[in-house]
């Protein structure tokens, strides 16, 4: 068999012949050896031999001052703090080619960027759809596209893309026999969810006027109108590492989702930080042999959409630009030195687009936004949030459908999935748990930029990532979409399916199951609005009106598997509609229950109107026992006499978070209850 590795994935093939004499099959038999041989060297010779190659430019503005976007107005700056560069890999296994770009720059058009590699197909003959270039997202960097209230800068938007286009051809200039590997290293203390929920007395207006933000960014630090953080982190650093056939360091391409750190105009922030520390680092930086290439460290954007470097629930710490792009280096290095190095690397990529509506604006809201324009009097630039906004319903009005490039890659058995949004979090920990590879990298803003894709229950708490905008307009069920399709994508490079989701069992679980419980709702999904019941019996539970989904559960040891955190449900003013309408008149529930209020555990006027001394905002394990005449409630284990109340009805309703939910048709025992806690505090 003589194998072969189409670009799309790898099969095998074989050629056949028919002999008719016996002589023939004598000759074929002497002859095999020296077949044999010629087979395995033919193979050997077929076998990807990676080649690789690395450059970095300068990309600073030509002209001072120049247009900044990245905020809601437009700033302008007039000087370069630091070096701001596009950086790129070229790599080669003998049939693929390709080219990974990251531009310090806070967004590019898609426009732009097929320009970009137009001119570099050109020079160096690697084909448009074997390129990936993506921006950093520093908010410090020229205006390369209109958004919000920033037009772009227009001399710098025609300087731009020949200079991205120099990066790729001196990469694939600087191509060697190379050798490649990968890996990635938690650090969750440099990334946090910047985006929290409020409680509902304290929302927030959108631009048009409506008291509707259940969820914002930035609330400040331990701000006592703020509960809990409304989506979960992805703490992965994931490195691809390329060294030369002698072991000196070629590039490294370094992924983490955090959004960017602050900086002066004009600067890369900590992105070109970090690209100079790793290189210190590993030792790279002191390569002064003028014959080989530089080594080149870029740090791409990850699935940072609602991750930032501050921890909103903790003391105001600052640890400065230097230190913190030092600290994210370090952690770098650590997954750097972790990776081992393989020869057999074989590559593969393929792209598909997808198009998607634009929320545009209603009769009422187009009139109110042209009345606000026609205010305006021809100026050119908007002042207010009103006027970025108003401006922005009439750019969806015009354009109401995009066009999105959705890419996969393959690098030996990492994945990079590159999209054309600011994604949040939970939809990088989907792809990352239902690829088909073992370890894969999510690379935002790739592409092109069409902004954010919440997830779609996280459109229900509103907050500016929800705004309609050219930064947040796509339908409310682009997310999902994109996700399938980046999934195909995966498919493709890998020729295996894609992974299903399955709650993994724990202490805790077996406990619960072993009770035999009517229901039993784990409540760790990642999609979706139906909470799956794990007992078996069918009765599934549904997510209605506010809520958030995949946020770390209680820290029990017990109700986690081994290398995964349980995962719990937000509920911020909806409910978990339970598929009963009645109770028996002897039955028991047990659930684990953060209040995010201290005031009161339910709502008044939910269906469920039962009272508890339990400490808000720390998980507790809950177990209510009805029985006819009489209610019994235990905390953590033990019995608390002398509470009243009514049982839930119909559904749950809490403003905090749940998790572990069980219902029973009898009464729990004591004993049991104890021993359930006891499974998920571990040994």
Same mark, same amino acid.
């Given at each position: 068999?003589?194998?072969?590795?189409?670009?799309?994935?790898?099969?095998?093939?074989?050629?056949?012949?028919?002999?008719?004499?016996?002589?023939?099959?004598?000759? %074929?038999?002497?002859?095999?050896?020296?077949?044999?041989?010629?087979?395995?060297?033919?193979?050997?010779?077929?076998?990807?031999?990676?080649?690789?190659?690395?450059?970095?430019?300068? +990309?600073?503005?030509?002209?001072?001052?120049?247009?900044?976007?990245?905020?809601?107005?437009?700033?302008?700056?007039?000087? !370069?703090?630091?070096?701001?560069?596009?950086?790129?890999?070229?790599? =080669?296994?003998?049939?693929?080619?390709?080219?990974?770009?990251?531009?310090?720059?806070?967004?590019?058009?898609?426009?732009?960027?097929?320009?970009?590699?137009?001119?570099?197909?050109?020079?160096?003959?690697?084909?448009?759809?074997?390129?990936?270039?993506?921006?950093? *997202?520093?908010?410090?960097?020229?205006?390369?596209?209109?958004?919000?209230?920033?037009?772009?800068?227009?001399?710098?938007?025609?300087?731009?893309?020949?200079? %991205?286009?120099?990066?790729?051809?001196?990469?694939?200039?600087?191509?060697?026999?190379?050798?490649?590997?990968?890996?990635?290293?938690?650090?969750?203390?440099?990334?946090?969810?910047?985006?929290? +929920?409020?409680?509902?007395?304290?929302?927030?207006?959108?631009?048009?006027?409506?008291?509707?933000?259940?969820?914002?960014? *930035?609330?400040?630090?331990?701000?006592?109108?703020? +509960?809990?953080?409304?989506?979960?982190?992805?703490?992965?650093?994931?490195?691809?590492?390329?060294?030369?056939?002698?072991?000196?360091?070629?590039?490294?391409?370094?992924?983490?989702?955090?959004?960017?750190?602050?900086?002066?105009?004009?600067?890369?922030?900590?992105?070109?930080?970090?690209?100079? !520390?790793?290189?210190?680092?590993?030792?790279?930086?002191?390569?002064?042999?003028?014959?080989?290439?530089?080594?080149?460290?870029?740090?791409s954007q990850g699935t940072s959409g609602d991750q930032m470097w501050m921890d909103y629930g903790a003391p105001k710490k600052d640890p400065g630009l230097d230190?913190?792009?030092?600290?994210?280096?370090?952690?770098?290095?650590?997954?750097?030195?972790?990776?081992?190095?393989?020869?057999?690397?074989?590559?593969?990529?393929?792209?598909?687009?997808?198009?998607?509506?634009?929320?545009?604006?209603?009769?009422?809201?187009?009139?109110?936004?042209?009345?606000?324009?026609?205010?305006?009097?021809?100026? =050119?630039?908007?002042?207010?949030?009103?006027?970025?906004?108003?401006?922005?319903?009439?750019?969806?009005?015009?354009?109401?459908?995009?066009?999105?490039?959705?890419?996969? %890659?393959?690098?030996?058995?990492?994945?990079?999935?590159?999209?054309?949004?600011?994604?949040?979090? %939970?939809?990088?920990?989907?792809?990352?748990?239902?690829?088909?590879?073992?370890?894969?990298?999510?690379?935002?803003?790739?592409?092109?930029?069409?902004?954010?894709?919440?997830?779609?229950?996280?459109?229900?708490?509103?907050?500016?990532?929800?705004?309609?905008?050219?930064?947040?307009?796509?339908?409310?069920?682009?997310?999902?979409?994109?996700?399938?399709?980046?999934?195909?994508?995966l498919e493709k490079v890998s020729g295996k399916p894609r992974r299903s989701l399955e709650a993994p069992r724990t202490p805790y679980s077996d406990a619960v199951?072993?009770?035999?419980?009517?229901?039993?709702?784990?409540?760790?999904?990642?999609?979706?609005?139906?909470?799956?019941?794990?007992?078996?019996?069918?009765?599934?539970?549904?997510?209605?009106?506010?809520?958030?989904?995949?946020?770390?559960?209680?820290?029990?040891?017990?109700?986690?598997?081994?290398?995964?955190?349980?995962?719990?449900?937000?509920?911020?003013?909806?409910?978990?509609?339970?598929?009963?309408?009645?109770? /028996?008149?002897?039955?028991?529930?047990?659930?684990?229950?953060?209040?995010?209020?201290?005031?009161?555990?339910?709502?008044?006027?939910?269906?469920?109107?039962?009272?508890?001394?339990?400490?808000?905002?720390?998980?507790?394990?809950?177990?209510?026992?009805?029985?006819?005449?009489?209610?019994?409630?235990?905390?953590?284990?033990?019995?608390?006499?002398?509470?009243?109340?009514?049982? /839930?009805?119909?559904?749950?309703?809490?403003?905090?978070?749940?998790?572990?939910?069980?219902?029973?048709?009898?009464?729990?025992?004591?004993?049991?209850?104890?021993?359930?806690?006891?499974?998920?505090?571990?040994?």
């Amino acid at each position: 068999m003589i194998p072969t590795w189409p670009e799309a994935g790898y099969h095998t093939r074989t050629e056949t012949g028919k002999l008719s004499s016996a002589y023939s099959l004598m000759m %074929i038999r002497s002859l095999a050896p020296m077949v044999l041989l010629a087979l395995v060297a033919t193979a050997r010779a077929e076998a990807p031999a990676l080649r690789a190659g690395a450059s970095a430019i300068e +990309i600073p503005p030509e002209h001072f001052p120049v247009i900044v976007n990245g905020g809601f107005l437009a700033a302008r700056a007039d000087r !370069l703090i630091d070096s701001i560069r596009a950086r790129a890999l070229v790599l =080669d296994d003998g049939t693929t080619r390709l080219a990974i770009v990251v531009v310090d720059s806070c967004m590019l058009p898609r426009e732009l960027i097929d320009r970009a590699k137009t001119i570099a197909c050109e020079k160096t003959g690697i084909p448009i759809d074997r390129m990936l270039i993506s921006a950093t *997202h520093t908010h410090s960097a020229p205006s390369s596209m209109g958004a919000l209230g920033t037009p772009p800068d227009a001399d710098y938007v025609a300087s731009l893309p020949p200079r %991205i286009a120099s990066a790729i051809e001196r990469a694939a200039a600087n191509l060697e026999p190379a050798r490649a590997g990968w890996a990635a290293v938690d650090d969750f203390e440099h990334t946090h969810c910047r985006r929290w +929920i409020r409680f509902p007395d304290r929302m927030l207006a959108d631009p048009f006027g409506v008291r509707n933000v259940r969820a914002n960014m *930035h609330p400040g630090y331990q701000n006592p109108d703020a +509960i809990a953080p409304a989506g979960p982190v992805d703490p992965a650093l994931t490195v691809l590492a390329i060294r030369s056939k002698t072991g000196r360091p070629i590039a490294v391409l370094a992924n983490y989702s955090m959004h960017y750190f602050g900086a002066a105009p004009v600067s890369a922030d900590y992105y070109g930080r970090f690209a100079g !520390l790793l290189a210190r680092r590993l030792g790279a930086d002191r390569l002064n042999d003028p014959k080989s290439p530089l080594f080149v460290a870029m740090m791409s954007q990850g699935t940072s959409g609602d991750q930032m470097w501050m921890d909103y629930g903790a003391p105001k710490k600052d640890p400065g630009l230097d230190a913190y792009a030092d600290a994210v280096a370090a952690t770098a290095e650590r997954a750097c030195r972790a990776v081992e190095y393989r020869d057999d690397v074989r590559l593969a990529m393929a792209e598909s687009t997808l198009s998607l509506d634009r929320r545009v604006p209603n009769v009422a809201r187009l009139a109110w936004a042209r009345g606000v324009i026609a205010a305006m009097k021809g100026r =050119d630039e908007p002042r207010t949030l009103p006027e970025v906004y108003a401006r922005e319903a009439v750019f969806l009005h015009d354009d109401p459908r995009r066009e999105l490039k959705l890419q996969a %890659i393959r690098i030996g058995e990492l994945a990079i999935a590159a999209i054309p949004n600011e994604v949040y979090a %939970i939809t990088g920990l989907k792809l990352k748990a239902r690829s088909p590879f073992p370890l894969t990298m999510n690379v935002e803003l790739a592409n092109g930029s069409e902004g954010y894709i919440p997830p779609p229950e996280q459109h229900a708490l509103g907050g500016y990532t929800t705004w309609p905008a050219r930064t947040a307009g796509l339908e409310v069920q682009a997310e999902p979409r994109i996700v399938d399709a980046v999934l195909t994508l995966l498919e493709k490079v890998s020729g295996k399916p894609r992974r299903s989701l399955e709650a993994p069992r724990t202490p805790y679980s077996d406990a619960v199951l072993a009770s035999k419980p009517m229901a039993y709702w784990r409540l760790d999904e990642i999609e979706g609005t139906t909470a799956i019941d794990a007992s078996g019996h069918g009765r599934h539970a549904a997510f209605e009106g506010g809520h958030a989904l995949y946020l770390p559960g209680p820290d029990a040891p017990g109700l986690s598997a081994p290398g995964r955190i349980d995962r719990a449900i937000y509920l911020a003013g909806g409910r978990l509609k339970l598929p009963f309408d009645r109770r /028996p008149s002897t039955c028991s529930l047990e659930m684990w229950i953060w209040k995010g209020s201290p005031e009161r555990d339910w709502p008044e006027g939910a269906s469920t109107v039962f009272t508890a001394p339990i400490e808000p905002r720390t998980w507790h394990h809950l177990a209510i026992v009805r029985t006819p005449g009489k209610l019994q409630v235990s905390v953590d284990g033990e019995s608390k006499p002398g509470l009243s109340g009514d049982f /839930p009805g119909d559904s749950i309703e809490v403003e905090g978070m749940i998790d572990e939910l069980a219902l029973y048709d009898r009464a729990l025992k004591p004993e049991e209850i104890a021993t359930h806690f006891r499974a998920a505090r571990g040994p």
